[in-house]
């Protein structure tokens, strides 16, 4: 099964987001200018429920 780790970060990137911080375990902290605030993503994220609620959280929109 393939993750959708590259898919949310490429997202993140094109959208102007920085990355901050490696965070606990396989997590690492971004910044999203859309929104103002942090955000976290799962570098081992598997499920599209969990990286579409990090692309939220981004102020971006879901995965198709």
Avoid at 9 to 19: D, N, S, V, Y
Avoid at 37 to 59: E, K, M, P, S, Y
Wanted: with cysteine; aromatic share 8%; hydrophobic share 35%.
């Amino acid at each position: 099964m393939a993750g959708f780790y590259k898919d949310v970060k490429r997202r993140l990137i094109e959208a102007g987001c920085t990355f901050v911080r490696n965070g606990k375990g396989d997590h690492e902290i971004w910044y999203s200018p859309i929104t103002r605030r942090n955000v976290i993503l799962d570098r081992g994220v598997q499920i599209r429920h969990t990286a579409n609620g990090t692309l939220i959280d981004a102020g971006l929109d879901k995965l198709p």
